[in-house]
C-alpha cells in the first residue's frame, strides 16, 4: 500500500531560466533515498522560458520518480501545455494525483515565487507571468473536489507563511509549511524526503522540512524563516489577529 503521494506544482519562471534552480530541486528530488515503493512523487513542470536540462516548453510536463530513481513521464497525454497561474492547472493536477495514485496520505508543494495573501504565487513565464491568487488556489481546491484533506501543504516560495493564507487554505490540509520571509534560490532541501514513508502526519513531516532546511542554509547571511503550522489550531489565532 502506498502511504504518500506528493505533488509537486513546479513553476520553473525565471527562477529555472536564469538559475536552473528547478532543475537543481529535481536532481534532489532524486537523489533522496526515499522509499519510491511507499512514496510517489508526481511533478506538473511547466511556467519557464528553459529549462537547464534541456526539457520542451512547447508542453507542460508531469513527471514520476521511477523505481530505479528517474524521471519519466507520468502519462502518454503529450502536447499540452497549460498556464500554471491558472487554477485549472491545479485543479487538474491534484484530480490526477488523487485518482491515479492512490495512498494513505495526500501532500502538496507550491513551487515558484509567492507574493504572500495580496499577491499571486507559481508565475508563469509563458503566459504573461499570469499567477495563482489565493482566491484563485482556493477555487482550484473546490474544483478538484478531493475525496480527503491534504496531509500537508507545503510552499517552497517566499512570503506564504500568514494567518491569511494559513486561513484560506485549512479546509483543504492539515498542516501547511511555508516562509514568512523571503526564501533564496535554492529553496528547500529535499533530503527531507528520505524516510518520509515511516511518517505518521504531516507535522513531522514538516519538522524535518525546517530542520533540513536551516541545515542548508546554516551559511547563508540573510534572515530565515520557515515554518510548521497545525491548521486545526488556526481558529485560536484569529480573534488576536482581528484585533490587531
Keep these: 500500500q502506498r502511504r504518500l ?3 509537486i506544482y513546479m513553476c520553473g519562471s525565471n527562477l529555472e531560466s536564469g538559475y536552473g534552480s528547478a532543475s537543481a530541486d ?4 532524486i537523489e533522496a533515498g526515499y522509499d519510491r515503493k511507499k512514496t510517489e512523487v508526481l511533478i506538473l513542470a511547466g511556467g519557464s522560458q528553459s529549462w537547464k536540462t534541456g526539457y520542451s516548453t512547447d508542453v507542460t510536463h508531469l513527471f ?3 523505481p530505479g530513481g528517474t524521471l519519466v513521464e507520468a502519462t502518454r497525454e503529450t502536447g499540452t501545455l497549460r498556464n500554471m497561474g491558472d487554477p485549472d492547472s491545479l485543479s487538474w493536477f491534484l484530480r490526477y494525483g488523487y485518482q491515479h495514485f492512490p495512498a494513505d496520505q495526500y501532500a502538496l508543494i507550491l513551487w515558484d515565487h509567492g507574493g504572500g495573501p ?3 504565487a507559481c508565475l508563469d ?3 504573461s507571468s499570469d499567477g495563482l491568487t489565493l482566491g484563485e488556489m482556493c477555487s482550484a481546491f473546490e474544483s478538484a473536489q478531493l475525496p480527503q484533506k491534504l496531509s500537508w501543504i507545503g510552499f517552497d516560495a517566499c512570503l506564504m507563511g500568514s494567518v491569511e493564507v494559513a486561513n484560506a487554505l485549512s479546509p483543504y490540509a492539515e498542516y501547511m509549511i511555508a516562509s ?3 526564501e533564496p534560490a535554492a529553496g528547500w532541501n529535499y533530503a527531507f524526503l528520505n524516510g518520509i514513508e515511516q ?3 504531516g507535522g513531522i513531516t514538516g519538522k524535518r522540512i525546517v530542520q533540513k532546511y536551516f541545515e542548508a542554509l546554516a551559511d547563508d547571511p540573510n534572515p530565515l524563516t520557515l515554518a510548521c503550522i497545525d491548521l486545526s489550531k488556526l481558529q485560536e489565532a484569529l480573534p488576536s489577529m482581528d484585533s490587531f
Design 5 to 7: 503521494t506528493l505533488m
Design 26 to 29: 529535481l536532481q534532489e528530488i
Design 64 to 66: 514520476r520518480v521511477s
Design 118 to 120: 495580496l499577491e499571486a
Design 125 to 127: 513565464e509563458l503566459f
Design 180 to 182: 514568512q520571509e523571503r
Design 199 to 201: 511518517d505518521e502526519n
